[in-house]
């Protein structure tokens, strides 16, 4: 009787490095509290440092070790600095998980036909170019050292096309999802996995009463679920699952 070799498992990213970004506060914050968890070191970023050095301490307090970087994920030499100062300060990255990302650019949602052109780029530049941005920076040396995990945080609105007024939101996401699926096929080779996380409502959002009834786990996501997908996607566990999208929804949205 043959016995099954010890494969990977899940069992912690002890040493690993990762730099979350738009981890200041909500779901940022709790995907930077479970890969701290697990033993990542975390570089914390977001575009308010208050924001990511208050993460920071909060995963140093609890016996973690994290730094922030105040950093804009949507400009090239801003990235360049924030993954210079991540490996200057807690060494090579080993995980990259994409998380800021917005669905209304700081305007009302409008529906497509009334949107200007003009207001397309607020909404691409951080959930579709900033994904790019960040995964051009980290990906040389994730190839080069053989080890590499990158998550990108993507929305139920761009995989299913709900609702109404998200259309440039969607593009958004839907790209980064496009885009994921094809660099995973050309980086699996060399250990580095590409994946997306697709959330459904979380509680921040605002959604009426009866999305909440029709959802089968009758609760909007936490942080920490969709923290616990992502240490999930990073652990030496998931080293065989790349190209994927995982829908961490409730069980809402069964498309
Ligand atoms: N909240 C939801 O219901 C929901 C649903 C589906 C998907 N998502 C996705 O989850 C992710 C996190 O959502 P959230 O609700 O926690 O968002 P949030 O707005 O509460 O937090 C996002 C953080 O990103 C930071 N940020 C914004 N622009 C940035 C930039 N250019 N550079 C660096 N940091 C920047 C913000 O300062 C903020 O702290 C996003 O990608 C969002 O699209 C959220």
Same mark, same amino acid.
């Given at each position: 009787?043959?016995?099954?070799? +010890?494969?990977?498992?899940?069992?912690?990213?002890?040493?690993?490095?990762?730099?979350?970004?738009?981890?200041?506060?909500?779901?940022? +914050?709790?995907?930077?509290?479970?890969?701290?968890?697990?033993?990542?070191?975390?570089?914390?970023?977001?575009?308010? %440092? *208050?924001?990511?050095? +208050?993460?920071?301490?909060?995963?140093?307090?609890? #016996? %973690?070790?994290?730094?922030?970087?105040?950093?804009?994920?949507?400009?090239?030499?801003?990235?360049?600095?924030?993954?210079?100062?991540?490996?200057?300060?807690?060494?090579?990255?080993?995980?990259?998980?994409?998380?800021?990302?917005?669905?209304?650019?700081?305007?009302?949602?409008?529906?497509?036909?009334?949107?200007?052109?003009?207001?397309?780029?607020?909404?691409?530049?951080?959930?579709?170019?900033?994904?790019?941005?960040?995964?051009?920076?980290?990906?040389?040396?994730?190839?080069?050292? $053989? =080890?590499?995990?990158?998550?990108?945080?993507?929305?139920?609105?761009?995989?299913? #096309?709900?609702?109404?007024?998200?259309?440039?939101?969607?593009? $958004?996401?839907?790209?980064?999802? %496009? =885009?994921?699926?094809?660099?995973?096929? *050309?980086? $699996?080779? =060399? %250990?580095?996995?590409?994946?997306?996380?697709?959330?459904?409502?979380?509680?921040?959002?605002?959604?009426? *009463?009866?999305?909440?009834?029709?959802?089968?786990?009758?609760?909007?996501?936490?942080?920490?679920?969709?923290?616990?997908?992502?240490?999930?996607?990073?652990?030496? $566990?998931?080293?065989?699952?790349?190209?994927?999208?995982?829908?961490?929804?409730?069980?809402?949205?069964?498309?």
């Amino acid at each position: 009787m043959s016995s099954a070799s +010890a494969g990977p498992t899940n069992a912690g990213l002890a040493g690993r490095v990762a730099l979350v970004t738009g981890a200041g506060r909500n779901v940022g +914050a709790g995907i930077a509290h479970a890969l701290a968890a697990a033993g990542a070191h975390v570089a914390v970023n977001d575009l308010h %440092g *208050e924001r990511a050095e +208050a993460t920071a301490q909060e995963i140093i307090a609890r #016996g %973690g070790t994290a730094i922030a970087i105040a950093a804009d994920v949507c400009d090239a030499e801003q990235v360049r600095a924030a993954c210079d100062a991540t490996i200057r300060e807690l060494g090579p990255i080993d995980i990259l998980v994409n998380n800021a990302g917005v669905p209304d650019a700081g305007v009302p949602l409008q529906a497509f036909r009334d949107m200007p052109i003009e207001d397309w780029d607020r909404y691409l530049r951080l959930n579709l170019h900033a994904v790019l941005l960040c995964a051009k920076a980290v990906l040389d040396p994730m190839c080069d050292r $053989g =080890f590499g995990r990158i998550i990108t945080i993507t929305s139920e609105a761009g995989r299913l #096309g709900v609702p109404p007024g998200l259309s440039l939101y969607a593009a $958004g996401k839907a790209g980064a999802a %496009g =885009f994921s699926r094809v660099l995973a096929h *050309e980086v $699996g080779k =060399f %250990g580095v996995t590409v994946n997306c996380v697709s959330l459904g409502p979380m509680e921040n959002a605002t959604m009426r *009463e009866q999305v909440l009834k029709a959802m089968p786990t009758r609760r909007y996501g936490t942080p920490a679920d969709v923290g616990a997908a992502v240490a999930y996607l990073a652990s030496p $566990g998931a080293s065989w699952v790349t190209g994927q999208t995982l829908a961490v929804n409730g069980g809402h949205f069964t498309t």
